[in-house]
């Protein structure tokens, strides 16, 4: 029998963090992984199975054209797409907030998203169906006033992962959202990043009170596992593992 074609992903933030961790755990199951990032990451391009493709996810142009570049993998279609790349500004008091702050998370975080989904939509169509899933952040419920910027910003994406669910239903797509609460990343903790050991973790949790903090590399494999679901699996729902309640 001739050999099946391997299963097609793309990521998006792939640079560092949460992105790149995915990329890898989606490697390690057999996936060509096409990796979409404005920084890049040539680090993963020592597996063959990895492209490394630069874009701007604000601008659907940039996506389309990096989607583009790898037709060759993608002629048969795309079987997952993770909607990770984003940005978190740092706190700041709601009644100082200026607009521009607020507009430019709906721009990192919002906007790369639906450039994504509608750029990837006909390539998921054309593999038969396939997965959506997007990394959240607890914060969109609104704890926190002083994150009003980002949580507002997450709180639109989980909007558009449920529009998802729902839009792409009868192609056989589903769509869901994984919520990791904090993750060793530079993004989330200054001069901590995923080569942290696990006991430097685990120190961090217990002495600072910290919600769980992890590996991005045990959040990859969460949301790969969640990628997998099949297409008459759960779809529109938010997988919580920020120990906060929803």
């Known amino acids: 029998m001739p050999a099946q074609p391997a299963r097609v992903a793309v990521v998006s933030g792939t640079s560092s963090g949460i992105g790149a961790a995915t990329a890898v755990e989606l490697l390690k199951r057999g996936y060509q992984v096409i990796g979409l990032s404005r920084r890049g ?4 391009t020592t597996d063959r199975g990895y492209t490394d493709s630069r874009a701007d996810l604000r601008d659907p142009g940039s996506v389309e054209a990096a989607l583009d570049r790898a037709a060759p993998i993608t002629g048969g279609g795309v079987d997952v797409v993770v909607a990770n790349a984003g940005v978190s500004p740092g706190p700041r008091p709601l009644s100082e907030l200026p607009w521009s702050l607020a507009a430019d998370a709906y721009e990192d975080n919002v906007r790369t ?3 994504l989904v509608q750029c990837t939509a006909p390539l998921l169509r054309r593999a038969g169906g396939g997965s959506y899933t997007f990394v959240g952040a607890s914060l969109a419920n609104g704890q926190a006033p002083e ?3 980002y949580a507002a910003a997450k709180a639109a994406l989980t909007t558009l992962m449920r529009a998802c669910s729902v839009e792409f239903a009868a192609d056989r797509i589903i769509a869901n959202e994984v919520r990791p609460g904090p993750v060793a990343t530079a993004m989330t903790m200054a001069g901590l990043n995923e080569a942290a050991g696990d006991q430097v973790l685990a120190a961090l949790n217990a002495g600072f009170g910290i919600d ?8 990859a494999a969460w949301i790969a596992t969640i990628a997998e679901f099949p297409a008459n699996g759960p779809t529109g729902q938010v997988f919580n593992y920020s120990r906060k309640t929803l």
């Open 41 to 44: 990451n040539t680090a993963l």
């Open 212 to 219: 769980w903090l992890k590996p991005a590399r045990t959040v």
């Open 113 to 115: 998203a639906l450039s």
């Open 147 to 149: 994150r009003f910027a």
